[in-house]
């Protein structure tokens, strides 16, 4: 009878031993069962204008099978992929039309924005036609912007991201450098005007990266794998001023995408 006991009782203790393991692991795999499903927020260099490859669907966001999201996501094939960034894309337009998808199966999420907000095609339309002093005069609006105004912006975009997708890693890019100075072009912009073009892109990223960085996400710096890359340079990853298709002018080509933007979103992500 005692021997029965004590077979009993070790019978008793594997079997709360193996529930209890059970139970781990199951809670385990319940926490390894993470929200992988990937947006692509944003603006035309999330998007892809200037890479080509355009999916007919997106009409005038032109997205692009050789942007950056579509080319991870090809590569990743995380559990869904909703690409929903768009050329001319502002942080109110990302507000009111992206922002659908993000749920509680969101795990990463990616997004440009500002530029446009901070008016990067008026300002590259003013220096193009117009002198070096109203072009940097037009640049100094736009630093003052991006101080005074892109800030509080940019923080609603962000706040919106994180409670909506509470579980993703957010990434944020910035924007590269337009112009390599003292660089190949015998013609074009003064080297004036490309030295108050490249320092208002700094600041735009500066600004773009101390407010991802106040909401914990992470920001991707372009403009090292861009370096080499610029305008003038030789080499570049970025379309000068095209008249027959104004709209890819000065965004990054399929290489950008694939070089510059690529990499840095993979490293971070």
């Given at each position: 009878?005692?021997?029965?006991?004590?077979?009993?009782?070790?019978?008793?203790?594997?079997?709360?031993?193996?529930?209890?393991?059970?139970?781990?692991?199951?809670?385990?795999?319940?926490?390894?069962?993470?929200?992988?499903?990937?947006?692509?927020?944003?603006?035309?260099?999330?998007?892809?204008?200037?890479?080509?490859?355009?999916?007919?669907?997106s009409?005038?966001?032109?997205?692009?099978?050789?942007?950056?999201?579509?080319?991870w996501a090809?590569?990743?094939?995380?559990?869904?992929?909703?690409?929903?960034?768009?050329?001319?894309?502002?942080?109110?337009?990302?507000?009111?039309?992206?922002?659908?998808?993000?749920?509680?199966?969101?795990?990463?999420?990616?997004?440009?924005?500002?530029?446009?907000?901070?008016?990067f095609?008026?300002?590259?339309?003013?220096?193009?036609?117009?002198?070096?002093?109203?072009?940097?005069?037009?640049?100094?609006?736009?630093?003052?912007?991006?101080?005074?105004?892109?800030?509080?912006?940019?923080?609603?975009?962000?706040?919106?991201?994180s409670?909506?997708?509470?579980?993703?890693r957010?990434?944020?890019?910035?924007?590269?450098?337009?112009?390599?100075?003292?660089?190949?072009?015998?013609?074009?912009?003064?080297?004036?005007?490309?030295?108050?073009i490249?320092?208002?892109?700094?600041?735009?990223?500066?600004?773009?990266?101390?407010?991802?960085?106040?909401?914990g996400?992470?920001?991707?710096d372009?403009?090292?794998?861009?370096?080499?890359?610029?305008?003038?340079?030789?080499?570049?990853?970025?379309?000068?001023?095209?008249?027959?298709?104004?709209?890819?002018?000065?965004?990054?080509?399929?290489?950008?995408?694939?070089?510059?933007?690529?990499?840095?979103?993979?490293s971070?992500?």
């Open positions: 009878m005692r021997s029965f006991r004590i077979a009993a009782h070790v019978s008793s203790f594997v079997l709360a031993a193996v529930a209890a393991l059970t139970g781990a692991t199951a809670a385990q795999a319940s926490d390894s069962a993470a929200p992988t499903g990937y947006v692509a927020l944003g603006d035309s260099y999330s998007s892809g204008v200037g890479a080509g490859s355009y999916d007919a669907g009409g005038a966001c032109k997205r692009s099978t050789k942007a950056y999201p579509a080319l090809a590569a990743h094939s995380p559990s869904s992929f909703n690409f929903t960034a768009c050329s001319g894309a502002r942080t109110g337009d990302v507000m009111a039309n992206q922002l659908g998808p993000l749920g509680a199966g969101t795990g990463l999420v990616s997004i440009s924005i500002g530029g446009n907000d901070a008016g095609a008026d300002v590259m339309t003013t220096c193009v036609l117009y002198s070096e002093s109203t072009c940097v005069k037009r640049v100094n609006e736009a630093r003052a912007y991006v101080t005074s105004t892109l800030p509080s912006r940019l923080s609603d975009v962000y706040s919106a991201i409670t909506k997708a509470p579980a993703a957010v990434v944020v890019l910035g924007y590269p450098r337009f112009y390599k100075l003292s660089g190949t072009c015998a013609a074009g912009l003064s080297e004036n005007e490309r030295s108050a490249n320092g208002a892109a700094d600041l735009l990223n500066s600004t773009i990266k101390q407010n991802a960085a106040t909401r996400f992470a920001f991707g372009v403009t090292t794998t861009f370096a080499g890359h610029e305008i003038c340079s030789g080499a570049s990853w970025l379309h000068s001023v095209n008249w027959a298709d104004i709209g890819e002018s000065y965004h990054p080509t399929a290489a950008g995408q694939s070089g510059g933007y690529l990499p840095v979103f993979a971070a992500a």
